[in-house]
């Protein structure tokens, strides 16, 4: 259900800006991808391990009823989202509609501190480190809907 309304979410952003014909996997240049290590190592390996692994317990919340950051490698679930949602995510924080109205998250909004470029960049390099069953499970979950369905 939630996956569909997800696949459903990147398909419209396709056809709004009809830029990579698959979020997730649109090849980006090395200098990019260091750019984007640079930039994580900086902004995000606080939280989430330098290497990608997230917070201990990252499944349970805290005492203040905040979750912790969860890892961005293959075992948690950054990779479920779509490109744009991450992009959202990165430079919103947890604001409606990605998460309630009220939320309170320790998720910090990049937006005034990294430009959309930036955190593309962070998140390209993200996913260069998912295996090659992410990526294409991404690339069959997130594919553009054709004509017909
Ligand atoms: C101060 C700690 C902190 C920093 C720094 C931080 N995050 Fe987070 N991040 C979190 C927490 C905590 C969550 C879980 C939020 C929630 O669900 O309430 C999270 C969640 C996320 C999610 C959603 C993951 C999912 O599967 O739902 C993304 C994407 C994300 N962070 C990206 C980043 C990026 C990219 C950076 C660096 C530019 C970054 N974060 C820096 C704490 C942090």
């Given at each position: 259900m939630k996956t569909?309304?997800?696949?459903?979410?990147?398909?419209?952003?396709l056809v709004a800006c009809g830029?990579?014909?698959?979020?997730?996997?649109?090849?980006?240049s090395a200098a990019?991808?260091?750019?984007?290590?640079?930039?994580?190592a900086a902004q995000c390996a606080s939280c989430h391990g330098a290497k990608l692994e997230g917070q201990p317990d990252w499944?349970?919340?805290?005492a203040d009823g905040r979750?912790?950051?969860?890892?961005?490698?293959?075992?948690?679930?950054?990779?479920?989202?779509?490109?744009?949602m991450l992009v959202q995510m990165t430079r919103d924080g947890m604001v409606p509609p990605l998460a309630p109205e009220g939320y309170q998250s320790d998720?910090?909004?990049?937006?005034h501190i990294l430009s959309?470029?930036?955190?593309?960049?962070v998140l390209a390099y993200i996913e260069?480190?998912?295996?090659?069953?992410?990526?294409?499970?991404?690339?069959?979950?997130?594919?553009?809907?054709?004509?017909?369905?």
């Open positions: 569909r309304g997800l696949a459903v979410m990147a398909s419209i952003w830029d990579s014909p698959t979020p997730g996997t649109a090849p980006v990019v991808l260091t750019q984007g290590a640079a930039l994580y499944r349970e919340r805290k979750l912790p950051a969860p890892p961005h490698d293959a075992t948690g679930h950054t990779w479920h989202h779509p490109m744009e998720m910090p909004a990049f937006g959309d470029d930036e955190i593309r960049a260069s480190q998912w295996p090659d069953e992410v990526k294409q499970m991404r690339a069959e979950r997130f594919k553009p809907q054709t004509s017909g369905r």
